[in-house]
């Protein structure tokens, strides 16, 4: 039960990042909020839960920003 709402968690902060992350630049340079929740959440909560999360958060990160595949996942 615990997967779903982490699942959608990543969504939102996936679309927080492809919408308004870019609009908070500072000297051409916008925060990554994605990863750092999902780094934040690799050294508090368990490992293997990011090792699911990250490369769905890089998939779903390069459909939405319009960037290619191998530049959100590598």
Partial sequence: MKWPPLIL???ALTLLQTS??????????????L????????VVRDQREV????PLA???LGLLSFQGMAESVA
């Fill in 51 to 54: 090792l699911v999360l990250a």
């Fill in 20 to 33: 308004a992350a870019p609009a908070f630049e500072l000297l051409g340079v916008a925060p990554n909020v």
């Fill in 9 to 11: 968690g990543t969504l």
């Fill in 58 to 60: 890089g998939l779903w």
């Fill in 35 to 42: 990863l750092v929740v999902l780094c934040c959440w690799a």
